[in-house]
């Protein structure tokens, strides 16, 4: 939530194409609008929601599972020619392409 604050401090009341802009956290869903149609909706950045999420934080630091980095595949693609050598590369502009 420091992220969003910092952004939403930073952004609102600025101006976008000569217009100024107001940002907030959104609204919530509600579960069931029908139950009771006119109560008031609630913010995401509740003070609940701040405390589950430093909690959900201390519980990640705490364990050794955590959040692993993102590594890509470096071979996706090599083995679609297995056997056969590589096509040659493009001729350079302004050469024609040979006989």
């Known amino acids: ?9 930073c952004m609102n009341q ?7 802009i107001i940002v907030q956290y ?9 139950t009771n149609p006119n109560a008031p909706q609630e913010r995401h950045g509740s003070r609940a929601e701040r405390m589950l999420a430093a909690q959900r934080q201390a519980q ?4 050794s599972i955590g ?11 090599t083995t679609t020619n ?4 590589p096509p040659p590369p493009p001729p350079p502009i302004g050469i024609p392409p040979p006989p």
Request: glycine residues 6%.
């Open 82 to 85: 297995v056997g056969h050598p």
């Open 1 to 9: 939530f420091q992220a969003s604050d910092m952004a939403i401090d």
């Open 60 to 63: 990640l630091k705490n364990t």
């Open 14 to 20: 600025q101006y976008l194409g000569n217009r100024q």
């Open 26 to 34: 959104a609204f919530k869903k509600q579960n069931d609008p029908d």
């Open 67 to 77: 959040i692993t980095p993102f590594k890509p595949n470096m071979s996706f693609g």
